[in-house]
């Protein structure tokens, strides 16, 4: 049950793009299209953002978008805002029925 | 709309017990499997333990697996945890968090911290 790995930091510029990478094996992210992501402000608890590789619920802004390919899958975040700001993490379900999260990255915007 | 409350959390002795609660509401808790998702002081998410709608399937991580109990009682709407041998690596907040009708969490609890110190 290794956990997912994703960058520890990222940073842009208000209205550019930013990618978070997020590497798993067969047995996770490659396995599965049950890959989601959340976001987290201090304090706070997780928000999904993206489920099922590419899908977003309703509220989430059109600006962040996922993808995968293989045993990597990639969040994307186009436009960035300063409310953007936040621990990002990756999730997948397994082979073993259990979850697995990534560690997480820091998203600053500069 | 949806809501998680935890409750249950505090300071507990190395080795001692504990058990957390989660109240549900906003949906109907009987046709959701849910989850235990703990997060370290300053630290990351780390996946604990799922329990299926009908509480007939449980995963653990190994980390936790034949120490911590994930139970629910639908009647009652409220999902458990009971944690036994507690160790000081267990300190963390503790979230409750529903999956969709497929093996994705959507919402979360906003936690509770439980303290492992002697």
């Known amino acids: 049950q290794s956990a997912l790995t994703q960058p520890a930091s990222v940073s842009g510029s208000p209205g550019q793009s930013i990618a978070i990478s997020c590497t798993g094996t067969?047995?996770?992210?490659?396995?599965?299209?049950?890959v989601s992501w959340y976001q987290q402000h201090p304090g706070k608890a997780p928000k999904l953002m993206i489920y099922?590789?590419?899908n977003r619920p309703s509220g989430v802004s059109n600006r962040f978008s996922g993808s995968k390919s293989g045993n990597t899958a990639s969040l994307t975040i186009s436009g960035l805002q300063a409310e953007d700001e936040a621990d990002y993490y990756c999730?997948?379900?397994?082979?073993?029925?259990?979850?697995?999260f990534g560690g997480g990255t820091k998203l600053t915007v500069l | 709309q949806v809501q998680l409350v935890e409750s249950g959390g505090g300071v507990v002795q190395p080795g001692r017990s504990l058990r957390l609660s989660c109240a549900a509401s906003g949906f109907t808790f009987s046709t959701h499997g849910m989850h235990w998702v703990r997060q370290a002081p300053g630290k990351g998410l780390e996946w604990v333990a799922v329990?299926?709608?009908?509480?007939?399937?449980?995963f653990y991580a190994d980390s936790v697996k034949g120490r911590f109990t994930i139970s629910r009682d639908n009647s009652k709407n409220t999902l458990y945890l009971q944690m036994n041998s507690l160790r000081a690596e267990d300190t963390a907040v503790y979230y409750c968090?529903?999956?969709?009708?497929?093996?994705?969490?959507?919402?979360w609890g906003q936690g509770t911290l439980v303290t492992v110190s002697s």
């Open positions: 067969n047995s996770d992210i490659g396995a599965y299209n049950y």
């Open positions: 329990i299926s709608y009908d509480g007939s399937d449980k």
């Open positions: 099922e590789v590419s």
């Open positions: 999730s997948a379900y397994t082979t073993s029925s259990t979850r697995v």
């Open positions: 968090a529903k999956d969709l009708h497929i093996p994705i969490v959507d919402y």
